[in-house]
């Protein structure tokens, strides 16, 4: 729900993409996702909200591995889309495909990233992603090899014709060691001091520090 904290006539319930775009920036954070339901006074769930619920988890259906028994990587994620403050009732954000979101594997092996959206020019280039090895590059869902290449230690994926699901996309690469640029390196360092110095009231101030990283 965006407001109303029970069911009334007027309620507003936010769409799938939102709720999965929150639930996935969340996870990338070491953080989880608190979902609110307004069942009617009868106990039965208007058919908003259980289309929401089915969405979201027909998605996870498909791209759970990119979510559960996972950890945070060095760094949540990258691109253009960084949140005002911390804390609840945030409204709606709108993510893009540059809008990238990371988790690894329990065991470190693996590296999900996780496209916010599908790509208007076919392209997915993470800027603060640094790739050394030799690996494979999938994208869960899509059958078939994934055309992608390394420019030095930076990866370039060209994303297929067809899309493998809705809303966000995720990708595995394994077997690479990975790590962030050093300008990503640079910044976060340098966020993270000035945010030790800085008294943060997290209702109020943004206290995200990776969000940026790629940006050049």
């Not at 006539?9 to 936010?14: A, F, Q």
């Amino acid at each position: 729900c965006i407001r109303d904290r029970c069911y009334t006539e007027t309620l507003e319930v936010k769409p799938p993409i939102v709720v999965l775009h929150d639930f996935i920036d969340a996870v990338s954070k070491n953080g989880h996702l608190l979902l609110n339901l307004s069942p009617k006074a009868d106990g039965t769930i208007p058919q908003d909200q259980r289309d929401c619920l089915l969405t979201f988890g027909s998605w996870l259906n498909h791209n759970g591995e990119a979510i559960y028994n996972t950890r945070p990587w060095l760094a949540f994620g990258e691109g253009p889309t960084r949140l005002e403050r911390a804390g609840s009732h945030l409204g709606i954000i709108n993510y893009t495909a540059k809008d990238l979101r990371y988790t690894q594997s329990k065991d470190g092996e693996t590296l999900y990233m996780i496209a916010m959206g599908w790509p208007e020019d076919g392209i997915i280039a993470p800027k603060s992603l640094k790739i050394e090895g030799k690996g494979k590059v999938e994208l869960i869902g899509h059958k078939g090899d994934l055309d992608w290449q390394l420019d030095g230690k930076r990866l370039r994926i060209r994303v297929p014709d067809e899309k493998p699901c809705d809303m966000a996309y995720a990708f595995k690469l394994t077997g690479f060691k990975t790590g962030l640029t050093a300008k990503a390196a640079a910044t976060q360092k340098a966020e993270l001091e000035a945010l030790l110095k800085t008294s943060v009231d997290p209702g109020k101030k943004d206290i995200s520090t990776t969000t940026r990283f790629g940006e050049e």
